[in-house]
């Protein structure tokens, strides 16, 4: 959902990379450097923590139930989600610390797998908001992606299996 989506950079960040580049559908290679091709800021740029914040703007309203987010492993950060009924930022996703299992720029949920979403409560909303949370002082991001939910893949599969015996039963009448 957030494909593509209007990227704005509120505050002062160091790197010099698009914001366009967090909604590319684009993964850096594991463990790379946390400034490296990355949407980066400090606390020497960026004095008062988690001042800074970055903001996608979706091609709509969509329900959402999920996120991959790829950021420096040893921070945590915050995705939240525009309330428009309370007119007020909320808590999507708290993106967990991920120093214990990657080095340099982290997949999250599962730094091995960029396929694997990270379930959420659905929300709705049009629009997203990333922010630092804690960590060492030295933030990035590269890659924000937000999902709906979408039909279980057994649910249709059961289905397809469905439809091919009866399709069986049928050649078997015919045949008599
Ligand atoms: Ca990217
Ligand atoms: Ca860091």
Redesign the pocket.
């Known amino acids: 959902m957030a494909l593509g989506s209007t990227v704005t950079l509120d505050g002062n960040f160091g790197s010099s990379v698009s914001g366009s580049t967090l909604v590319d559908g684009v993964f850096l290679p594991a463990s790379t450097e946390?400034e490296t091709g990355t949407v980066w800021w400090d606390t020497n740029i960026d004095p008062i923590n988690n001042r800074n914040s970055i903001t996608l703007k979706l091609k709509g309203q969509y329900v959402i139930s999920g996120f991959i987010v790829q950021a420096?492993?040893?921070?945590s950060y915050r995705v939240e989600y525009w309330d428009a009924n309370a007119s007020t930022w909320k808590t999507a996703w708290d993106v967990p610390n991920y120093d214990a299992l990657g080095w340099g720029m982290t997949i999250r949920p599962n730094p091995n797998d960029n396929s694997e979403i990270q379930s959420i409560s659905p929300i709705t909303t049009s629009e997203l908001r990333f922010t630092a949370v804690n960590?060492?002082?030295?933030?990035?991001v590269s890659e924000i992606q937000a999902f709906s939910a979408v039909p279980e893949p057994s649910t249709w599969i059961t289905g397809v299996g469905i439809c091919v015996g009866m399709l069986g039963t049928l050649l078997r009448r015919a045949r008599k």
Do not use: A, F
């Not at 420096?72 to 921070?75: E, T």
């Not at 960590?135 to 990035?140: R, T, V, W």
């Open positions: 946390w420096d492993d040893n921070d960590g060492d002082g030295y933030y990035s």
